[in-house]
């Protein structure tokens, strides 16, 4: 299970962490992603990360503003949004992709998660 929190309103320019933390089982053998989704937009990734920590990946729109981590001996990934926009407002959702296959990289197809949280709404106000 993936439970996201964090989300909340914040003013353009402002910061958010955004955590997932699991139960059930070590995600140290997960490779984990976020994603997001926007009305009337379809789901996108917005950061990946590999299994072992050491590759990550982002989307265009959120490089150098976003930054993916994960505490494997917290059982939590998270992500820090800085410099935030009023096109980041969406719904978060943390994803772990069981199959990933120790010392690949990350995992950025939607399809390929087999996991999803429930989602955390992030708004940004301008």
């Known amino acids: 299970q993936l439970v996201e929190s964090g989300g909340g309103l914040v003013q353009a320019g402002g910061s958010l962490r955004l955590s997932c933390a699991a139960s059930g089982r070590s995600i140290s053998i997960y490779a984990m992603g976020w994603f997001r989704q926007a009305p009337g937009k379809e789901r996108e990734i917005v950061a990946a990360?590999?299994?072992?920590?050491?590759?990550?990946y982002y989307g265009d729109s959120v490089k150098g503003r976003f930054t993916i981590s994960r505490d494997n001996a917290k059982n939590t990934v998270y992500l820090q949004m800085n410099s935030l926009k009023p096109d980041d407002t969406a719904v978060y959702y943390c994803?772990?992709?069981?199959?990933?296959?120790?010392?690949?990289?990350?995992?950025?197809?939607?399809?390929?998660?087999?996991?999803w949280g429930q989602g955390t709404q992030v708004t940004v106000s301008s």
């Open positions: 994803a772990a992709d069981f199959r990933s296959i120790l010392g690949s990289g990350p995992t950025t197809t939607a399809a390929l998660y087999d996991y």
């Open positions: 990360v590999s299994r072992n920590g050491a590759s990550t």
